[in-house]
């Protein structure tokens, strides 16, 4: 059984940092890229941040230079620093797993996620 527990949302002044992790359980961490997505109150979920299973990272525009995603894969868990918050990065914060194969000649998407942890930036 698979699971992605995520932890590490709260309240924060903006300017203020949180670090949010996310667990991994039932797959092998190694082989999966990891991402930290999130969805606003009436808006559409978007991807924050990813890292591959190479370690390779990208990240949303709003959130370049003051957000860092990170992985330890001796943990099983996924990383997001997040500093200089504002309040438009309040959100629900989702952990995602993506790995893409090939079996017999066809793409096997392994895509999981966790529950959320709420961020709320807010003086």
């Known amino acids: 059984q698979v699971q992605l527990v995520e932890s590490g949302g709260g309240s924060v002044q903006p300017g203020g940092s949180l670090r949010l992790a996310c667990v991994a359980s039932?797959?092998?961490?190694?082989?999966?890229?990891m991402g930290w997505h999130r969805q606003a109150l009436g808006k559409r979920r978007e991807l924050v941040a990813g890292?591959?299973?190479?370690?390779?990272?990208n990240y949303a525009d709003s959130v370049k230079g003051r957000f860092t995603i990170s992985r330890d894969n001796d943990k099983n868990t996924v990383y997001l620093q997040m500093n200089s918050l504002k309040p438009e990065d309040t959100a629900v914060y989702y952990c995602n797993a993506l790995r893409v194969t090939v079996v017999s000649g066809e793409r096997v998407r392994d895509d999981y996620w966790g529950q959320g942890t709420q961020v709320t930036v807010s003086s």
């Open positions: 039932g797959v092998t961490f190694s082989d999966y890229a």
């Open positions: 890292i591959s299973a190479g370690g390779y990272t």
